[in-house]
């Protein structure tokens, strides 16, 4: 069901792109295709990259009928020494707890796919059972990293979304639905 109501929030007009029920009905259908495909033995681990999937990866995980755990990571930015710009590290957990696991990275929207390959990258030297990636939001349109993503709710077109855990500038995290900013 795709909505196009417009709200205000402050000064700000957002369209609805996507309403609640359309993402929880997706999200549970995603839930219970990644425990039919974990099966009755394993309790897999997953892991909410924060802030973005916060919200997504609580509705999933109470829709995943079965043993599972749960960790949270951060990608912190910061400004590097190098000329290179930009440098990525990875906070949050004991990367330890990976080894022989499986693992499913919780994301809210792979865009490019640098972020994830960045993740997968760093996960994978502490030799996990396998690794597979929940996203949310895949932009097919802008992928250029390679990578796989297995489970997602949605595919969209090249367009900034907020809302469900997403931000711009912090804001709109808190919004039950997706929206697009009004110009
Ligand atoms: P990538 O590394 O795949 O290029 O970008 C992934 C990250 O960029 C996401 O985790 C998210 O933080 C941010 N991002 C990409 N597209 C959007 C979008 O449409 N809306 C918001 N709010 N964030 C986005």
Same mark, same amino acid.
């Given at each position: 069901?795709?909505?196009?109501?417009?709200?205000?929030?402050?000064? &700000?007009? #957002? +369209?609805?792109?996507?309403? @609640?029920? =359309?993402?929880?009905?997706?999200?549970?259908?995603?839930? %219970?295709?990644?425990?039919?495909?974990?099966?009755?033995?394993?309790?897999?681990?997953?892991?909410?990259?924060?802030?973005?999937?916060?919200?997504?990866?609580? &509705?999933? #995980? +109470?829709?995943?009928?079965? @043993?599972? =755990?749960?960790?949270?990571?951060?990608?912190?930015?910061? %400004?590097?020494?190098?000329?290179?710009?930009?440098?990525?590290?990875?906070?949050?957990?004991?990367?330890?707890?990976?080894?022989?696991?499986?693992?499913?990275?919780?994301?809210?929207?792979?865009?490019?796919?640098?972020?994830?390959?960045?993740?997968?990258?760093?996960?994978?030297?502490?030799?996990?059972?396998?690794?597979?990636?929940?996203?949310?939001?895949?932009?097919?349109?802008?992928?250029?990293?390679?990578?796989?993503?297995?489970?997602?709710?949605?595919?969209?077109?090249?367009?900034?979304?907020?809302?469900?855990?997403?931000?711009?500038?912090?804001?709109?995290?808190?919004?039950?639905?997706?929206?697009?900013?009004?110009?």
């Amino acid at each position: 069901m795709i909505s196009s109501e417009i709200i205000s929030v402050g000064a &700000d007009k #957002l +369209k609805c792109l996507i309403n @609640s029920d =359309e993402i929880r009905h997706k999200v549970d259908l995603l839930a %219970n295709q990644i425990r039919t495909d974990m099966g009755e033995e394993e309790t897999p681990l997953f892991i909410c990259v924060l802030k973005g999937a916060f919200m997504f990866a609580s &509705d999933l #995980l +109470k829709a995943y009928k079965g @043993s599972c =755990e749960l960790e949270f990571i951060r990608l912190s930015s910061y %400004n590097g020494t190098k000329s290179l710009g930009k440098v990525k590290k990875l906070i949050g957990m004991d990367f330890k707890e990976v080894r022989e696991r499986r693992v499913v990275i919780i994301e809210d929207i792979v865009d490019t796919g640098l972020t994830i390959r960045t993740l997968l990258d760093h996960l994978a030297v502490f030799k996990p059972k396998s690794i597979d990636i929940a996203s949310l939001f895949v932009k097919p349109a802008r992928l250029c990293h390679n990578v796989t993503i297995k489970y997602y709710c949605f595919e969209i077109p090249d367009a900034f979304i907020v809302g469900y855990g997403l931000d711009y500038d912090e804001k709109y995290r808190n919004l039950p639905a997706i929206y697009v900013i009004q110009k």
